[in-house]
């Protein structure tokens, strides 16, 4: 395991948090898992990685090929997207215009029955893109993730949305997971700071 610069972050490394589907992940295997992916990688290797993942979420298909499920994420045709509505105190907490979003499982975002472009940032995370042209889509600095993680997760009450394999163009629920600030840190390694307080603890 990658050890931090603060031995202090080493330790309760076996806390355990709970993802989607009731999956359950120790700090330990996010530590490990956030390390597949790192955004000091050469660009053109994260070129790379956007350009496969770009296959499946900028898919305009309703459904998506299934050769593309098998070659991006190693699916089989058992798979089934789904789509759940993004819930009402999200267009308030992020400041947008209430239109009937919907996210998928693959990372998708619809509007009725438009499939919306996304595109990256230079930062490694991906925004709907300017160049949709559905009425009112124009928050485009609102995370993709932020949508699914809505969707699927739900409201994150302090906590923060983190990509279990650091990958920012991987925005399935599957990867993604509601963290505390301290629990964020512990599972990159970083210094939380002066003690902050854990806004998850009961």
């Not at 990372?107 to 042209?133: C, F, H, M, P, W």
């Amino acid at each position: 395991m990658e050890k931090s610069n603060f031995p202090e972050l080493d330790a309760g490394l076996d806390t355990e948090v709970i993802g989607y589907n009731k999956r359950r992940y120790s700090l330990y295997e996010l530590r490990n898992s956030a390390n597949n992916y790192k955004t000091g990688d050469p660009q053109e290797y994260r070129s790379q990685i956007r350009d496969k993942y770009a296959r499946i979420y900028n898919c305009k298909e309703q459904n998506v090929p299934l050769y593309l499920l098998e070659e991006v994420y190693g699916l089989d045709s058992a798979f089934e997207e789904k789509w759940e509505a993004v819930p009402g105190w999200f267009y308030s907490m992020y400041e947008i215009a209430l239109l009937d979003y919907k996210a998928s499982n693959l990372g998708r975002i619809k509007v009725n029955d438009t499939i919306l472009e996304q595109e990256a940032y230079q930062d490694g995370y991906l925004v709907i893109s300017s160049n949709n042209s559905v009425p009112g889509v124009n928050n485009h600095s609102v995370n993709i993730y932020t949508f699914i993680s809505a969707a699927f997760l739900g409201k994150p009450d302090g906590r923060v949305v983190h990509h279990i394999n650091n990958n920012g163009y991987d925005c399935r629920p599957d990867n993604l997971i509601l963290l505390s600030p301290r629990e964020h840190s512990k599972s990159h390694g970083r210094y939380v700071g002066t003690d902050k307080r854990d806004v998850c603890e009961n």
